[in-house]
């Protein structure tokens, strides 16, 4: 196949799946209330205790080791670049992948961060990842970085005839029950959170040393001290986006610092 013609079918491709969301989206858009309820949830969700009940430390680490090895070399050693959408192109490219952006700016488009397509859906011969660029850049990094996950974890789940892996703004919660979301997530984690960043936010030895009442404010304090860390470090000023958005990616937010925390103390990562 011409490299002309296999863009045409590719971006086809892209635009029936972008087209499929929009019509589930639009058939049941999220009330705004669910996701301050989806927030306090996931402030008050055990991520240790979720995280053990999914992947195991062998499964963390063998997961970790597929990405260092397929695609970050220095996965938790250091911050996972963001990059361009060029960048973002090329390091598809390099672990196999087809690469497409699109811009789902429709109002429930915009719960879409993207999605990854493997190649044993049967739609595909070569893996497929997709971003929604009408996110902030920050957004659309820890989705490429999510995606990449898929891809580089697709043999440890995989299973025929695979469905489309779409990744929302909404939803976390679900993936702590779902080991292929997770693992997915769990390196976006240690992308945005390097190992000896995550010790100096969470320091789990001070934790242990306070009282149960004291223990959770301090937890507490940390997360939030965190997300806001991360915020700044990549440029996303939450005030300054509508309600619906700032909501979201907060929820991204406490999620993917939770799941940091869980890392760090349950598996020492």
Known sequence: MG???????IAGLTAEIVKSAESASNQRVPALTTTPDEITRLWSRDYGRALRGSLSRAEVREIVSEAKRKAWPHLNNEAVRMGSMREFAERASSVGADFRITKMTWPSGLSVLG???????????????????????MAVGTAFIHEVGHHVTAKLFSTRNESVQLSRQTGYEAHLSDPRELAADVLVSLGAYPRN??????????????????????????????MRGLARRYGLDLERLRLE??????????????????LLDEYGL
């Open 3 to 9: 490299l002309k013609k296999r863009t045409s079918r």
């Open 245 to 262: 958005q700032r909501l979201q990616y907060q929820a991204g937010l406490v999620h993917f610092t939770k799941l940091r925390q869980a």
């Open 197 to 226: 960043m995550a010790a100096k936010l969470f320091d789990a030895a001070l934790a242990r040393e306070i009282a149960t009442s004291a223990d959770e404010r301090a937890e507490s304090h940390a997360t939030a001290s965190a």
């Open 115 to 137: 999605f990854y397509l493997g190649s044993d859906s049967g739609l595909e011969k070569r893996p497929l990842i997709c971003l929604n660029g009408a996110h902030h850049p």
